[in-house]
């Protein structure tokens, strides 16, 4: 199956500065990576994802990165504010055929006012 | 409101006790998930359902049984539970095809075991 490392597994950054959560995976016919944040007491929900024919992909202050030679794909949160304190996860589907997501171990961010 | 609902969002058991868990989604999605989270392992997965057939059963204990009568129910039926299996219990579901697409959350179930 999938394993996906995330690291760091807490951040604190200063508002207004940027913020990158990197993750790795195992399976090499992985081709979704999605991103969840969870806010305290709440459900995770997605806030951005690449596909595997995609190097980049922006939307507004978030960004991500994906190397499929290296196995790993990043998350970057510029012009960081308090409402992006929250818990990021990474996660990879297993290769083909399969239903089954797997996450990284989440990333504490603290964006300090 | 994501579409999915679950019951109860607190629990509070004995280790003797049964109870069962029930998710239900709105949304008209095929495939729907279990997911146990605890300090130990984040967003650890339990099973998965693609039109009510089990696809995915990740080495869990079998005092957890899980049931997906249809495409839209997914229960999660325990007993005789330890202590660590004290955690929040997500439900997700999502449209599509194996490998790719988004998971709709729902807003878990508070597990508590004396």
């Known amino acids: 199956g999938e394993n996906v490392e995330q690291h760091p597994s807490t951040l604190s950054v200063q508002e207004g500065d940027s913020a990158v959560i990197k993750c790795t995976y195992s399976d090499s016919a992985s081709n979704y990576f999605p991103w969840y944040k969870q806010e305290l007491g709440k459900r995770p929900q997605l806030i951005i994802d690449i596909r595997s024919n995609v190097g980049e992909k922006k939307d507004q202050r978030i960004a991500v990165t994906l190397n499929k030679t290296a196995k790993h794909f990043s998350l970057h949160i510029t012009e960081t504010q308090p409402e992006d304190s929250a818990v990021y996860f990474c996660a990879a589907y297993s290769g083909a055929g399969s239903y089954q997501l797997t996450f990284g171990k989440g990333t504490k961010l603290s964006v300090i006012p | 409101e994501t579409g999915v609902t679950q019951t109860p969002r607190h629990l509070v058991m004995g280790m003797t006790n049964k109870k069962s868990l029930k998710c239900e989604q709105h949304?008209?999605?095929?495939?729907m998930y279990w997911y146990k989270q605890s300090a130990k392992k984040p967003l650890e997965l339990m099973f998965v359902?693609?039109?009510?057939?089990?696809?995915e059963n990740n080495s869990v204990p079998s005092r957890f049984s899980p049931e997906c009568p249809n495409s839209s129910h997914l229960f999660l039926h325990l007993h005789t539970l330890q202590p660590e299996d004290s955690a929040l219990y997500l439900c997700?579901?999502?449209?599509?095809?194996?490998?790719?697409?988004?998971?709709?959350f729902g807003e878990g179930s508070r597990l508590t075991v004396l």
């Open positions: 359902y693609n039109f009510k057939e089990q696809t």
């Open positions: 997700a579901s999502r449209l599509g095809a194996e490998n790719t697409g988004e998971l709709f």
């Open positions: 949304l008209g999605h095929n495939a």
